[in-house]
């Protein structure tokens, strides 16, 4: 078997806080193979936008050893080989939603392929809207903007941070489907924070539980369900069986005594 597309071992971080060391990480380790999607679960305060962000090159110095791609993340990122997208899809307002998607290619001094911009707008439902500005998209569709705006790098690894977080339970439904059709089409690695045990199973091949702070990995749980996963399947036993799997390792690590 070859290197895991991410390596995590043994990674450690703590921040300043009032001049105190505040420990975010302890000792969590994880490995992510190439075309896994992979979500994280933990309470609240617990890490997991912290590990993300070592994972993407995004905090440093930290103890223990991250690669992707058999890279250091910092060399990653800046060779575009890693794609975030998070909770506030950040589009710039004078910018059309196409505008948006070529952004970070233009940024990188390349140049965006025409044909190649209208497939990852087709793939997430916003072919018709390209000349859009996002005052005038609902919640939804600026996310969606934001995710062909990774997608548009061609990064093959994905990293998400509450991608679903800021919508209403209803567009949230909706954008997961996409989300899932999207990947099911792309299969690149997905690290994927959530706070709904019930997405991060219907989305996921493993779910990742993370402790309290200091997060440690309580547990991982492997989704063994068939995909392409539609979300009917969430009425299933299987389903199910997962689902409390995930929520018992999560009172479990969260120190919460019923
Ligand atoms: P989660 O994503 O699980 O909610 P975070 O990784 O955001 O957790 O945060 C973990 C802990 O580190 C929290 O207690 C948070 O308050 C603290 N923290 C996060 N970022 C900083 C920072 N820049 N400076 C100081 N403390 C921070």
Redesign the pocket.
């Known amino acids: 078997m070859g290197e895991p597309h991410i390596s995590v071992r043994g990674l450690s971080h703590s921040?300043?806080?009032n001049g105190q060391p505040?420990a975010?990480l302890e000792s969590v380790d994880l490995k992510v193979e190439r075309g896994e999607f992979v979500s994280v679960v933990?309470?609240?305060?617990?890490?997991?936008?912290?590990?993300l962000r070592c994972i993407g090159g995004l905090i440093e110095p930290y103890a223990g050893e991250v690669a992707v791609g058999g890279m250091p993340p910092e060399e990653a990122r800046r060779r575009r080989a890693i794609g975030c997208v998070f909770q506030d899809p950040s589009l710039l307002p004078w910018r059309t939603v196409l505008g948006n998607v070529a952004l970070p290619l233009e940024i990188g001094g390349g140049r965006a392929n025409p044909q190649r911009l209208r497939e990852t707008l087709e793939a997430v439902g916003m072919l018709n809207f390209g000349g859009y500005y996002p005052h005038q998209l609902s919640g939804g569709m600026a996310q969606r903007t934001a995710f062909a705006r990774a997608l548009a790098m061609d990064a093959d690894a994905l990293l998400m941070d509450e991608p679903l977080g800021a919508l209403d339970e209803i567009t949230r439904a909706e954008v997961r489907l996409y989300l899932l059709s999207l990947w099911e089409r792309t299969r690149s690695t997905v690290v994927m924070?959530t706070h709904s045990v019930p997405e991060a199973v219907l989305t996921s091949d493993r779910v990742v539980v993370?402790s309290s702070?200091p997060?440690r990995v309580v547990g991982v749980v492997i989704v063994d369900l068939p995909r392409p996963r539609e979300r009917s399947l969430e009425d299933s036993p299987e389903f199910l069986a997962c689902s409390s799997e995930v929520r018992a390792m999560l009172l479990a690590g969260s120190g919460v005594a019923l």
């Open positions: 921040y300043e806080s505040l975010a933990g309470p609240s305060g617990g890490g997991k936008t912290t590990l924070v993370l702070r997060g």
